[in-house]
Structure formats: structure tokens, C-alpha cells
């Protein structure tokens, strides 16, 4: 549910997804037993929401629209 809205997420690529507890639960020990795994995962997710959601992306869109009204 949290990862609900936020395009271009990829289970394993940028987080890993989860919909029961115990599946939430093996994921969060997933990351905390491999810190390669979590450092990976952060970067991606990171990145992804930077070329997505960053002010620099989103405001030009927001002013466009403006224009458009």
C-alpha cells in the first residue's frame, strides 16, 4: 500500500514488495541481513524518484498546466 501511486516501481529493483506480514517481515530481514541489497535498493529508489518527482521535474509540468488555464 505505500508503494500505491509511485510509477515505474519495480519489486526487487527499487524495493521489495510485500502484502502480508510475514512477507513484510522477511523483506525487512532480507535488508538487514544483505546491505548490498538495501544500499542497491536505496540508489535505485532514489533515483527513480528523483527523475520523477524532483521540484525540477514537476514544476515545469505545474506551469504548463497554468498556461494552459
Same mark, same amino acid.
Given at each position: 500500500?505505500?508503494?500505491?501511486?509511485?510509477?515505474?516501481?519495480?519489486? #526487487?529493483?527499487? *524495493?521489495?514488495? $510485500?502484502?502480508?506480514?510475514?512477507?513484510?517481515?522477511?523483506?525487512?530481514? &532480507? @535488508? +538487514?541481513?544483505?546491505?548490498?541489497? #538495501?544500499?542497491? *535498493?536505496?540508489? $535505485?529508489?532514489?533515483?527513480?524518484?528523483?527523475?520523477?518527482?524532483?521540484? &525540477? @521535474? +514537476?514544476?515545469?509540468?505545474?506551469?504548463?498546466?497554468?498556461?494552459?488555464?
Amino acid at each position: 500500500m505505500g508503494a500505491e501511486g509511485v510509477r515505474g516501481l519495480h519489486d #526487487g529493483e527499487h *524495493l521489495l514488495l $510485500a502484502n502480508a506480514p510475514e512477507a513484510f517481515a522477511r523483506a525487512v530481514l &532480507r @535488508v +538487514l541481513e544483505d546491505a548490498s541489497l #538495501g544500499q542497491r *535498493l536505496g540508489e $535505485a529508489g532514489r533515483k527513480l524518484v528523483q527523475e520523477h518527482y524532483d521540484w &525540477r @521535474v +514537476l514544476v515545469p509540468l505545474l506551469e504548463a498546466v497554468y498556461r494552459m488555464g
